[in-house]
């Protein structure tokens, strides 16, 4: 009786892993840049400070040494693009094109 080449079951059970891995590192990585996408980011900050939700607008900034992200410190920020509609504008149009902006602060 001759052999045959057959594999072994654990050959095909490496490559079910393999591919399952494949699928779960490639979805994960999709739906990662979907969830953390700049435009997403941009677009929760905007919602943030039209609907005057402190907590969102204290996720998306950072703190530095000189100032402290709470809510007492995001409160003026809030009251600016709340009175300076015009600014909260730019401000979204310079994020969306340059990645950062100072638009209403330092320039005129």
């Known amino acids: 009786m001759a052999r045959g080449k057959h594999r072994a079951p654990s050959s095909r ?3 079910w892993f393999l591919l399952f891995g494949c699928l779960l590192l490639g979805g994960g990585w999709y739906a990662g840049s979907q969830l953390y996408s700049r435009q997403r980011q941009i677009d929760q900050l905007m919602i943030g400070i039209k609907n005057n939700q402190n ?3 204290m996720q998306k900034l950072t703190s530095t040494a000189g100032v402290k992200v709470n809510a007492q410190s995001v409160r003026p920020l809030l009251s600016y693009y709340q009175q300076h509609p015009q600014q909260l ?3 979204q149009r310079d994020l969306e094109q ?3 902006s100072t638009a209403g602060f330092f320039s005129s």
């Open 13 to 15: 059970l490496k490559w």
């Open 89 to 91: 504008t730019r401000l």
């Open 98 to 100: 340059h990645g950062s």
């Open 55 to 57: 907590k969102v607008i």
